[in-house]
């Protein structure tokens, strides 16, 4: 692609088929994906992105068990050693650390509190589901000030996966 483009700096790009990533031979990926050799096989090609891009990488104490990037400008971490690591989005700047749970968090789920007269982007509910048995709720508030909300026990196993579901008026939670 560098010589077709005539490119004076060779470049890496990554290519799809199918709309699917092409990671192995061409004649190996029709194959795998039962592709027809007699229609026309359009393979696209895109600039590839470094996954190990150093001036991007965030350390946190721990693996990170889950993701959410529900909030804006906000994206949140939970740690197999318990914890919740809370970062600004665009500067990847940590902004607080809550030792939520005694064991590994496998969810995390944030939401706005859209009824609440104060709510502003820098301040947002936090739910966690973890390994021992519980869900916690926590409000977060601008600044890394946070103030657990709730506990949710009596779970025969560890807690996997959670959905919040906001919005929803008296009436219709249930």
Known sequence: VNHL??????????FLVADRLLRSPLNKFVL????????????????AKSLADESETVDTPAWVGCLSCEVANTVVAGCYNG????????????????????????????????SSPK??????????????QSI???????????????VLQG????????????GASSSEAG
């Open 83 to 114: 914890s919740v690591d809370i970062f600004d989005s665009a500067s990847l700047t940590k902004q607080t650390t809550i030792a939520a749970h005694e064991q590994p968090i496998r969810a995390v789920s944030c939401w706005q509190q859209s």
């Open 119 to 132: 709510s502003s982007a820098e301040q947002f509910m936090l739910a966690t589901a973890s390994k021992d």
């Open 32 to 47: 795998y994906n039962r592709l027809s050799t007699e229609d026309a096989i359009v393979v696209q090609y895109f600039p």
């Open 136 to 150: 916690k709720c926590f409000d977060v508030q601008g600044g890394g000030e946070y103030v657990q909300r709730s």
């Open 5 to 14: 483009l005539d490119l004076d700096e060779a470049q890496p790009f990554d």
């Open 155 to 166: 779970h025969a196993n560890s807690v996997e996966s959670m959905t919040v579901l906001t």
